[in-house]
């Protein structure tokens, strides 16, 4: 598909449509609250599922069968304009069971290998569209400066050199040679602009002061009970994410602006925008970025899509919203609710002059050239889509292994302990999550928090480590016997956004009474942190003879013991500052912003670069 034929057909499409067609293209409504006859009926432009907005059950033909019907359904519309499903896929084919689970960014930053993370997005692509999904709202081009912030993990790192070239491989795999391939799936650069500039205790998202009123916020249910909604905010959930962002000029130059640059020349057609706000401007609303920036000066040919009910958030008045974020540059509403009453709102707002129908005509444009580049505007392509079978299969579940053992970074490893030689007893492993493939995983993990347990096929490092040695595995270390060495995992419990705002970064109580146990019963001590964000070590950096930062693993965490027994050299690298203390932060490398620290002094244990690289 050219450029040039692609702008043919979606001009072509554009004048075809009535002003309420065109609208609907400007739609997006999550799965739940919509059905194929209401697609079809309304012509909307596309269906998502947000996290955990998969079908029951919950497989890879249940997917498949899920979106084809909404696909199928919305050809039979009016204008027969095929929607495009959107989906978060952010490390696999993450909500759907039995998909491969790749390390989460974080881990990927780590290991800096470019082709590491095309092929890891190649394998992507190949299993979401198996099952017909052709967007995914992925990758984060997040820098946080505070790591306080819940979706650390979903970065690269601090350092946005990196983060750009990692983004622009992942795009690559993502969308293949020729982006109207069935394989073929459209990128999305998110949040735009400095999401991860957020200012600790600036969120608004959650009111503090009214937390039952939380009970009834449909997306903050996700978090499973109001109880353990509250239980996240007394650990200081919503403290950041949505929250606002401040800098220098310098530092969005520099550092937050430069990775969506070098993913717009690679190719990208999707920006998602920011629920946070710069400066004092919420980014749905910030004309200046999203229209004189990005697509007058930048020329970006694609079309920008809100964030989940990121719209509402501009005004009381849901019509003010609406006019602002599409006057500003939105060229998508991911509503998602009522998609009825968004067509309804910004037609009226259209009618009466408030939005100019031009922008209407430029956003539909955008959008129906991108359809046309997907190939959805043209003959189904003669290559067929992968068959589910390519879901979590052999192949890929290597590639997630390999990724699992080159994502950890060693900090610490007095005498040379690692990798494990010659270690003839038993092994003593002891931590929940040193066999668990849920907290291995993380959050965007067949749910929207991810959580602890069998939730999806998978290698845990107990296994990985019993394919050569005797494991004594312990989950609370209750045992007596000594061993030679230990091995202790310390993992975060699962969290996504703003539910994994933390007021601090300390190990919890139990972790280090963990520690602690398998301490007194060992000759040699490894511990190994499966965590979403450095964490402060605190008493463990003397317990531990050797200190592991394993991120977030995934399916494939038998990895993370490929490397811990030399299989896999240790070679990845720190690519955040790692806190010495939660007092003092945030602690980040850039100038321009509170928290700087460029040199080892008290506030960062670790600088990024630091990763040790003992001969395997
Ligand atoms: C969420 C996230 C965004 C995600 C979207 C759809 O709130 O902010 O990253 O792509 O909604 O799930």
Redesign the pocket.
Known sequence: MTDSHARRLAEEALTKLDLRQRVAQMTQVEKNSTTPEEVRREGYGSV?S??GGSPTPNTSEAWRDMVDAFVEASTKSRSGIPIVYGV?AVHGHNNMVGATIFPHNIGLGAAGDEDLARRIARATARETSATGIRWT?AP?LSIPLDVRWGRSYESYGQDPDLVARLAVATVQGFQGDDLSRPDALLACV??FVADGAIRYGSSRRVDRDALDQAADDA?LANAGSHEAFLERVARGAWMLDQGDAEGSEALLNEVFLPPYQATLDAGVLNV?AS?SSWNGIRMHAHGDLLTHLLKDTWQFPGFIVS??EAIDQLSDDPAQAVALAINAGVDMS?VPYDGVRFIDTLVELVRSGVVPEARIDDAVRRILYTKARLGLLSEPAQVQRPNVDVVGSPEHRALAREAAARTPVLLENRGDLLPLRGTSGPLLVAGVAAHDVGLACGGWTITWMGEEGDITPGSTMVDGLREHHDVRYEPAGQGEARAEVGIVVLAEEPYA?GMGDRYDLNLSEEHLALVRRVRERVDRLVVVLYSGRPLVLGPVADLADAIVAAWLPGSEAAGVADVLLGHVPFQAKLRFVWPASSEGLPVHPFEGADGVVRKSDGRAAYLPGHGLTPSA
């Open positions: 998502l947000g996290g978060d709202f984060a998110k949040h997306a998602m629920y964030d989940w991911m956004e």
